[in-house]
Nanobody, 123 residues
């Protein structure tokens, strides 16, 4: 059973940066399409970024393009989300997700989820 564990969240001022990590166990990162999603209080969980299992193609939600970067280190079995120029509206719990058959922005296509890590951006 694949397990995902996020880390790296915290409190940062607007304009600052954070790097989130998602450690993968019970499976090989290179076999999964991976995504990052976020959920703000009282709102639905929304897509942020995704990366393919072969070739490393990426896809981003429009509001984070040019500010966020998704990447992976396959020998370390770890997924990353580098977040720059953070804004208060980026405040949310961030989740990583894995799928054996899909990569992209469709939340229901992902079978495995982490527990989330809180990102708070102060103004």
């Amino acid at each position: 059973q694949v397990q995902l564990v996020e880390s790296g969240g915290g409190l940062v001022q607007a304009g600052g940066s954070l790097r989130l990590s998602c450690g993968v166990s019970g499976g090989t990162l290179s076999s999964y399409g991976m995504g990052w999603f976020r959920q703000a209080p009282g709102q639905e969980r929304d897509f942020v970024a995704a990366i393919s299992w072969i070739g490393g193609s990426t896809h981003y939600e429009d509001s984070v393009k040019g500010r966020f970067a998704i990447s992976k280190d396959e020998p370390k079995n770890t997924l990353y989300l580098e977040m720059n120029s953070l804004k208060p509206e980026d405040t949310a719990v961030y989740y990583c997700a894995a799928s054996r058959n899909y990569w992209g922005d469709a939340i229901h296509a992902y079978e495995h989820w982490g527990q989330g890590t809180q990102v708070t951006v102060s103004s």
